[in-house]
């Protein structure tokens, strides 16, 4: 997976995901326009990851406000974590 590197907006959490230390860092405000469209790198992203995962994947989640179209979005998010961590090929932290 390539870096992804997303800067905070007041309306927008900074993303930043690091390939060599897979650690996935959330952090800010979550009420983009389109919640669908700002964090479908992201999804696409972990899809890719899951397929071939390092040893131990780190995710932070540090989200202050959040709209109820982002919540579906972590909800998403969240069950592919949930699938890497079933499958046993990535310890999550």
Same mark, same amino acid.
């Given at each position: 997976?390539?870096?992804?590197?997303?800067?905070?907006?007041?309306?927008? @959490?900074? +993303? =930043?995901?690091?390939?060599?230390?897979?650690?996935?860092?959330?952090?800010?405000?979550?009420?983009?326009? #389109?919640?669908?469209?700002?964090?479908? @790198?992201? +999804? =696409?992203?972990?899809?890719?990851?899951?397929?071939?995962?390092?040893?131990?994947?780190?995710?932070?989640? #540090?989200?202050?406000?959040?709209?109820?179209?982002?919540?579906?979005?972590?909800?998403?998010?969240?069950?592919?974590?949930?699938?890497?961590?079933?499958?046993?090929?990535?310890?999550?932290?």
């Amino acid at each position: 997976m390539e870096p992804l590197l997303i800067k905070p907006t007041e309306d927008t @959490p900074l +993303i =930043n995901i690091d390939p060599d230390t897979w650690e996935m860092n959330f952090s800010g405000n979550s009420l983009p326009e #389109n919640a669908r469209l700002f964090y479908e @790198p992201v +999804i =696409n992203g972990l899809d890719k990851y899951n397929n071939h995962p390092h040893k131990q994947t780190h995710f932070v989640f #540090n989200v202050k406000v959040i709209s109820s179209s982002s919540t579906k979005i972590f909800f998403d998010i969240l069950n592919k974590i949930d699938v890497l961590h079933e499958s046993g090929r990535s310890e999550v932290m």
